[in-house]
Nanobody, 121 residues
C-alpha cells in the first residue's frame, strides 16, 4: 500500500522560507513524486514534480525561480524548499505520487493528507 507523509508547513512572513518534506512508502523509486497546492476556493495547482530515479525537477510557472525540489532516492523522499514566499503562496500543500509524469492532479492516484502553508503580508 502506497503511503505519503508530508511535514514542514507553517506560518511565515512574506519573503521568508519554508521546507516541506514528503516521505513515501510502498512504491518504487521510479514513480513520480509531485507537490500540488490548493487555496480556498481555487483549483488544485501543480507546484513541482520529479522522478526520484532521474532527479530532474519540473516546476509550475508560479513558483519557478523561488522553489526548489530535491530528492533522496534512498529515503524515497522529496523536499520542497520554498524561498521568497508571497501571501499568494498560502495554500494546503499536497504530496502525490504516480507511475506517470503529469501536471494534472486528476491523474495522480496516491495523495498525502496535506500540510498547511500560510504566508502573512
Amino acid at each position: 500500500q502506497v503511503q505519503l507523509v508530508e511535514s514542514g508547513g507553517g506560518l511565515v512572513q512574506a519573503g521568508g522560507s519554508l521546507r516541506l518534506s514528503c516521505v513515501a512508502s510502498g512504491h518504487a523509486s521510479t514513480y513520480v513524486m509531485a507537490w500540488f497546492r490548493q487555496a480556498p476556493g481555487k483549483e488544485r495547482e501543480f507546484v513541482a514534480a520529479m522522478r526520484l530515479s532521474v532527479g530532474i525537477p519540473t516546476y509550475g510557472d508560479s513558483v519557478k525561480g523561488r522553489f526548489t525540489l530535491s530528492g533522496d532516492n534512498a529515503k524515497n523522499a522529496v523536499y520542497l524548499q520554498m524561498n521568497q514566499l508571497k501571501p499568494e503562496d498560502t495554500a494546503l500543500y499536497y504530496c502525490a505520487t504516480d507511475p506517470q509524469f503529469t501536471a494534472l492532479s486528476s491523474s495522480y492516484k496516491y495523495w498525502g493528507q496535506g500540510t498547511q502553508v500560510t504566508v502573512s503580508s
